[in-house]
């Protein structure tokens, strides 16, 4: 199996947390987005990073993202925080709900309030056919607090011809 076939099996099974060691996040992200199908129109996507908080990438995932951290009475750029982030995203309100976390591996080894938050999406997200998404770099390893809840997924360096077709704009 490829990558996107184990990440079509886990979303299929109600996997709620995935660690994705890849090599090109936007790759990675297209790729899951592409996976989605037509589906991909009405699930809410949304990507964080620590320099741009969290943000929609598709209309849905806007709009779900802008319920939350009004829900939270938080400003947007609070959302630079990981673990504020993951406390507004732990929100079973939005069903569907798919979550791509950039350079997580970043924050867990000096900030425990990172591994705890990731670790209270699983439930709330299981229940509701949501996803966090890990995006790490290529031989990245899981805190052993995160091992037993955590799928971790490795995906392949693209192809020329790969990188030609997709569009870097996520």
């Known amino acids: 199996m490829n990558f996107l076939q184990h990440f079509v099996s886990a979303r299929g099974c109600g996997t709620p947390i995935v660690k994705v060691n890849t090599p090109d996040t936007v790759s990675t992200i297209s790729a899951v987005m592409k996976s989605l199908g037509k589906a991909e129109a009405v699930t809410p996507l949304a990507v964080w990073d620590a320099i741009n908080g969290l943000k929609g990438i598709n209309d849905e995932g806007t709009k779900v993202v802008i319920k939350m951290i009004a829900a939270s009475g938080l400003d947007k750029d609070a959302t630079t925080n990981l673990p504020i982030t993951l406390q507004i995203a732990n929100n079973p309100e939005f069903e569907n709900f798919i979550l791509f976390v950039r350079n997580p591996h970043l924050f867990w080894d000096n900030d425990p309030l990172v591994i705890q ?54």
Not at 137 to 148: F, R, Y
Request: negative net charge; aromatic residues 4%; hydrophobic residues 35%.
């Open 117 to 170: 938050g990731v670790w209270n999406c699983r439930d709330p997200y299981k229940a509701n056919g949501m996803m966090l998404i890990l995006l790490t770099p290529l031989g990245t390893l899981l805190p052993p607090d995160l091992n037993s809840d955590v799928l971790s997924l490795e995906e392949a360096l693209p192809t020329r011809t790969e990188i030609r077709s997709e569009e870097h704009t996520v």
